[in-house]
């Protein structure tokens, strides 16, 4: 299993998602949105395909929420495919 950023999937709210890969299928989805559009700041969220969702934080500034999302990727002991977004 290893994550991978899909950029093609990004754009609107969501400024970064990422697939946990297992063989193909997908495992889990984690995401980080905006809410600057109606005045509030960032989430960061999983999801997996059975619609279970984990909201993983509330954030002020997109980098918080970024570095949030890599924490998540690193402690989940799966691999992050590609360079880490900078």
């Known amino acids: 299993m290893h994550w991978n950023r899909r950029r093609d999937l990004e754009g609107g709210k969501e400024l970064g998602v990422w697939l946990l890969v297992d063989d193909g299928a997908v495992d889990e989805e984690l995401y980080v949105e905006t809410h600057e559009y109606r005045g509030g700041g960032f ?12 909201h993983e934080g509330e954030f002020a ?21 590609g360079s880490r977004p900078e």
């Open 61 to 81: 500034d997109v980098d918080s929420a970024f570095e949030r999302a890599l924490d998540v990727i690193e402690s989940s002991s799966h691999p992050l495919e």
């Open 43 to 54: 989430d960061v969220y999983t999801a997996t395909p059975d619609g279970e969702w984990t």
